[in-house]
């Protein structure tokens, strides 16, 4: 069973850093690229940072100079490194994997799924 957990979010004042991981559990092949959402309370889900498996980033503008995204591939895990937070950076963040195959137990064959999330960790930035 593939499963992503988040951690490291917490509360933080105005201007501090938290980091947070992703690591991806099961028998794991390989994974596509990885990404971190947010969703603040009464508002829609929205892509933060987006990384390909080769390393290649993306970042939505609100969080673009402030925010670090990396991976380790042997591992499995993805991060996100949040400095300079602000009070609006206050939501729930989720890791989102969009394809991982994995080893299905039998012989040495794989399956592949698609648009695997995790329970989500708060991150609270009080001003």
């Known amino acids: 069973q593939v499963r992503l957990v988040e951690s490291g979010g917490g509360l933080v004042q105005a201007g501090g850093s938290l980091r947070l991981s992703c690591a991806a559990s099961?028998?794991?092949?390989?994974?596509?690229?990885m990404a971190w959402y947010r969703q603040a309370a009464g508002k829609q889900r929205e892509l933060v940072a987006a990384?390909?498996?080769?390393?290649?980033?993306s970042y939505a503008d609100p969080v673009k100079g402030r925010f670090t995204i990396s991976r380790d591939n042997a591992k499995n895990t993805v991060y996100l490194q949040m400095n300079s937070l602000k009070p609006e950076d206050t939501s729930v963040y989720y890791c989102?994997?969009?394809?991982?195959?994995?080893?299905?137990?039998?012989?040495?064959?794989?399956?592949?799924?698609?648009?695997?999330w995790g329970q989500g960790t708060q991150v609270t930035v009080s001003s």
């Open positions: 989102n994997a969009d394809w991982i195959t994995y080893y299905t137990g039998f012989l040495d064959r794989t399956a592949t799924g698609r648009d695997y």
């Open positions: 990384i390909t498996r080769s390393g290649s980033t």
């Open positions: 099961g028998n794991i092949a390989s994974i596509s690229t």
